[in-house]
């Protein structure tokens, strides 16, 4: 062990994880931040395919500080995360997972932008290899932004670098309780909890890595873990975020990516005991948390099958669902000289069933997509409002 504080942590939590750890440690090896400033923690968790025994093997032969524990499984990720970041020394730590890898110069790069800025976490630019990445993140490098004025919320992943004494004076870890989601909830608390987070964009710095053998905990599981994973994360925000706009903003991540799938095409296929259970489940969060303005953020056919499920109405949610599987294509309803547009999906202004139209009204980003539709610019609203207020003070006749 060097006397020197290391700069970074490399936290490896390994299962199973031949042969994609080979590439996953040489990428570490081969970081151009110096070996002196980098230490490896990798805790095997468990496995019986060799996993372990590679490990020792690297930790035997490379010139960088590698520490290889092994235990027995714990279950999920959280576990070896925790182990790693207790016995972290770095001044700053990053979550590698075995079957990925850090792109050439990503832990210089991360660590000289947190150094520059100050910021207590720094996101790198994924790309996926047989995997679909994130994207909508990494449209320009942020020296400095929060979670509220930019797309972080949509990777909340662990696979970013974290100021180690940030996490330990908030005496941050990942709850082992959550067998999926553990990094979102961990993640979304770094991101409300830090001075500032940094983005960088025009380099990548990770590569997310699909195995041919399908196993990542991500895609596994049953759904009952997906709503466990979707109400911690609700509460956590409700916790940290007062009611408003702001709490409305992050909630659309846990509704759009968490929530959202359960009621899409897999609900064709689940049976009607499941389709019960999943309702039942999503009914105290849809209560808590599904506001006007979390709607709105969303696109039409989410927003409509999210109110559905909020109105109880499987039924009605099971043609939607079908009219989407069939690829048909909603008719476009163009209204106040084309300033405003509906989709006309399934039981649009069908007065029995109780949905309003505000439901299927296109925002801005979708009706843009429909020919005819005039969107209202600044000056308008400015000159419409303007209007307003000298009718308002107009004396009556």
């Known amino acids: 062990m060097s006397l020197a504080q290391p700069d970074v942590t490399v936290v490896i939590g390994a299962y199973e994880a031949m042969p994609y750890l080979v590439d996953c440690l040489a990428s ?21 395919d060799g996993t372990g025994e590679y490990l020792e093997e690297f930790a035997a032969r490379t010139s960088l500080d590698v520490t290889v524990i092994r235990q027995d499984n714990s279950g999920g990720p959280s576990g070896p995360r925790n182990v790693g970041l207790g016995k972290a020394t770095g001044r700053y730590v990053f979550f590698l997972d075995a079957d990925d890898r850090l792109g050439p110069e990503a832990l210089e790069r991360m660590v000289a932008m947190a150094d520059r800025n100050g910021t207590d976490v720094v996101l790198g630019r994924v790309e996926g290899v047989n995997r679909k990445p994130p994207t909508s993140m990494w449209g320009q490098t942020l020296e400095r932004t929060d979670v509220f004025s930019s797309n972080i919320k949509f990777t909340l992943s662990a696979q970013k670098l974290f100021r180690r004494a940030f996490l330990e004076r908030h005496s941050m870890r990942f709850d082992e309780s ?13 991101y409300l909890r830090a001075d500032g987070v940094s983005v960088i964009a025009d380099h990548t710095c990770y590569y997310l890595v699909g195995r041919e053998d399908g196993k990542h905990v991500t895609r596994t599981g049953s759904h009952t873990l997906r709503f466990d994973s979707a109400r911690a994360l609700m509460n956590l925000i409700a916790d940290m975020v007062p009611a408003g706009a702001r709490r409305d903003a992050l909630m659309v991540r846990p509704f759009l990516v968490t929530l959202l799938p359960q009621f899409g095409p897999k609900f064709l296929k689940d049976g009607e005991a499941v389709r019960q259970e999943k309702l039942e489940l999503a009914k105290p969060l849809v209560d808590a948390y599904w506001t006007g303005e979390v709607a709105h953020r969303l696109r039409v056919h989410e927003r409509l099958r999210l109110q559905l ?3 109880g109405r499987p039924d009605l949610l099971v043609e939607v669902l079908e009219f989407m599987r069939a690829k048909k294509t909603p ?13 006309a999906y399934p039981f649009f202004r069908d007065g029995p069933t109780g949905l309003p139209d505000s439901v299927y009204l296109a925002e801005p980003r979708e009706a843009r997509e429909v020919p005819g539709y005039r969107e209202v610019g600044v000056d ?5 409002a303007v209007r307003k207020a000298r009718r308002a003070l107009t004396p009556a006749a």
């Open 380 to 384: 308008q609203l400015l000159r419409r």
């Open 28 to 48: 570490v090896e081969a970081q151009t931040i110096g070996h002196a400033r980098v230490e490896v923690i990798a805790v095997d968790d468990g496995s019986a």
């Open 178 to 190: 959550l067998w999926t989601g553990e990094d979102a909830l961990f993640t979304m608390e770094a």
């Open 309 to 311: 499920v909020a109105m």
């Open 331 to 343: 008719q476009p309803v163009l209204e106040k000289g084309g300033r405003r547009v509906y989709f």
